[in-house]
């Protein structure tokens, strides 16, 4: 079984336009998170999520937006797309005991090219 | 916040050697360092790691020491293979507070 699954694995799209990652986590963890990796492999933590508290990263675009339907779930919204946005995105989950930082489960990603 | 600086950024060895990447932070507070491998085109997975009770952690050929008076923490890697190439991240957390992770280092292990 998948422990932590995205879709689409690729996602092609115009600038300007509209679209949605989703991810699910069949782990019961209570944390989600959501991170973009650029061509230079380096990953930078969008939002971390669980069922009290959303954590934004202040460098990340309010175009972008998290949304959570219920605890296995953490999709990600993007509005007005545009060419920097290009990236690999990875949602990931963790089991969040008392607050305590424990091991991330990476999904496999999401290929998004914006032309 | 949290500032990890990760070395180096390319790390390439002979099949058999030792490769060793180090780590800084910069938050006292601190207290799990976890090490993940990302293989090309792959999700990253966690290797190893470490809290901030104990100073080394040794899981076969990879290990991590932490140094929590000087802020710092390695991954060593022995007897390397060429399976062991790919991208190396380190990163450093705290409660609910977002996890930092390093830059990344890219080893490349050759036959």
């Known amino acids: 079984d998948t422990a932590v699954s995205q879709t689409p694995k690729y996602l092609v799209t115009q600038m300007g336009n509209d679209k949605s990652i989703k991810c699910e986590q069949n782990l019961g963890h209570d944390t989600m998170y959501w991170y973009k990796q650029d061509s230079k492999k380096f990953l930078k933590i969008m939002f971390s999520y669980n069922n009290k508290e959303l954590i934004i990263n202040e460098t990340v675009p309010n175009r972008f937006s998290p949304k959570s339907p219920d605890k296995a779930h953490l999709n990600l919204h993007i509005n007005s797309l545009e060419l920097g946005d290009s990236a690999v995105y990875f949602c990931?989950?963790?089991?969040?005991?008392?607050?305590?930082?424990?091991?991330?489960?990476f999904g496999p990603g999401t290929r998004l090219t914006v032309t | 916040g949290e500032n990890v600086e990760q070395h180096p950024s390319t790390l390439s060895v002979q099949e058999g050697d030792s490769a060793v990447i180090k780590c800084t932070y910069s938050d006292s507070a601190s207290n799990y360092f976890p090490w993940y491998k990302q293989e090309l085109g792959k999700r990253p997975q966690l290797i190893i790691d470490i809290r901030s009770n104990v100073g080394e952690k040794k899981d076969q050929r990879i290990a991590v020491t932490l140094n929590k008076t000087a802020k710092h923490f390695s991954l060593h890697i022995t007897e390397t293979q060429p399976e062991d190439s790919a991208v190396y991240f380190c990163a450093a957390g705290r409660g609910s507070y977002i996890p930092t992770f390093g830059r990344g280092t890219s080893l490349i292990v050759h036959p």
């Open positions: 990931a989950s963790s089991q969040g005991v008392q607050g305590a930082y424990n091991e991330q489960y």
